[in-house]
């Protein structure tokens, strides 16, 4: 497909949050103040997932809440963008991050230098080393660093950056449990949307030991976690 740079005029940011009393204030610290360093407006989402904490209670002022009942992160993000319909066209960029995750003050200014080279931009990820076995952190960052120098593509709904109008071409996301994220990046592939991880702001997120969801960020660590046996 062939590439044709879009002014970046707008953000939107949406953040699928189920039961994150914990994190989610921390996460938005972190968005509003790479918000006040953004070169275009950003505009913040928080999707209430089927809550029963106080998690509406910590989102907080400059933040539009979305609240449904669906409990599932893929359906919590498609919403969270439908919710912007008047926001869809070359010159918006949908970003992606999750509640337990924490975006660097640059964040938004590096995705829109990204947007130069790109439909899509799937960024890196650090984990926060307060909550794990250091020794399953070291395995981690060895793999994570050597699948990135055999160039495999690795996608996070934590640090995942679409222009608007390539996420409504393939429909967005999908109502999935786990893995919405690759699901999307490669029918974007599939497609002929360029994808660029080259200068892509890298984020913060959690290696919290309870899982949300079996086979999510928290079940790899775990598997991590477990010694390989003969």
């Not at 610290?29 to 407006?41: G, Y």
């Not at 998690?55 to 893929?74: F, I, L, Y």
């Not at 050597?146 to 160039?151: C, L, S, V």
């Not at 080259?198 to 960020?217: D, K, Q």
Request: glycine share 8%; net charge positive.
């Amino acid at each position: 497909m062939h590439f044709t740079p879009a002014r970046v005029e707008r953000i939107v940011a949406v953040v699928p949050a189920h039961n994150e009393d914990a994190s989610l204030s921390a996460c938005l610290d972190a968005l509003r103040t790479a918000r006040t360093l953004s070169p275009v407006p950003v505009r913040l989402v928080v999707v209430l997932d089927a809550c029963s904490d106080r998690t509406a209670e910590v989102v907080g002022g400059g933040v539009r809440c979305v609240t449904t009942d669906v409990a599932n992160v893929g359906a919590a993000r498609a919403l969270g963008f439908r919710s912007e319909t008047s926001s869809a066209g070359s010159s918006t960029w949908y970003v992606n991050t999750d509640a337990d995750s924490l975006v660097d003050p640059g964040h938004f200014r590096s995705i829109v230098a990204c947007a130069a080279q790109a439909h899509v931009v799937p960024g890196p990820v650090r984990v926060d080393e307060g909550l794990r076995d250091p020794v399953v952190l070291r395995r981690f960052r060895r793999d994570y660093a050597d699948r990135e120098r055999r160039g495999l593509l690795q996608v996070h709904g934590a640090n995942l950056a679409v222009r608007a109008d390539a996420y409504r071409a393939v429909g967005g996301f999908r109502a999935l449990a786990v893995h919405e994220d690759v699901d999307l990046v490669e029918r974007l592939g599939r497609r002929g949307y360029r994808i660029r991880r080259t200068g892509a702001p890298c984020v913060t997120t959690s290696a919290r030991t309870s899982t949300r969801t079996t086979g999510g960020f928290a079940t790899f660590l775990d598997e991590m976690a477990t010694p390989v046996t003969a």
